[in-house]
């Protein structure tokens, strides 16, 4: 599960689940419209950004995500 939270108040803005075993890597796009997560069973997640933070910045409620594109899912020897 990654969380979204405010820098302003602390608020929680967003629950993204999709990953079923911990993450062990966020990345956020430059322009701040997708995010990429990285899991311990070698999943890849892409997380649409863009419109969930326009929303809240009118301070709308936490809401979750679209569930993610799985971008690769391979198993390390």
């Known amino acids: 599960t990654i969380r979204i ?3 302003l108040d602390g608020r929680l803005l967003h629950v993204l ?3 079923t075993v911990p993450i062990m ?6 322009d701040g419209r997708h995010a990429a997560s ?3 069973d070698c999943t890849v997640r892409i997380w649409p950004l863009g419109s969930l933070l326009a929303r ?3 301070g709308d409620a936490a809401e979750a995500a679209e569930p993610p594109r799985e971008r690769s ?3 390390r020897p």
Request: aromatic share 10%; proline share 5%; net charge positive.
């Open 5 to 7: 939270w405010s820098l």
């Open 25 to 30: 890597s966020v990345c956020v796009a430059p």
């Open 17 to 19: 689940d999709g990953h």
């Open 38 to 40: 990285g899991a311990f």
């Open 56 to 58: 809240n910045a009118d």
């Open 73 to 75: 899912k391979r198993r």
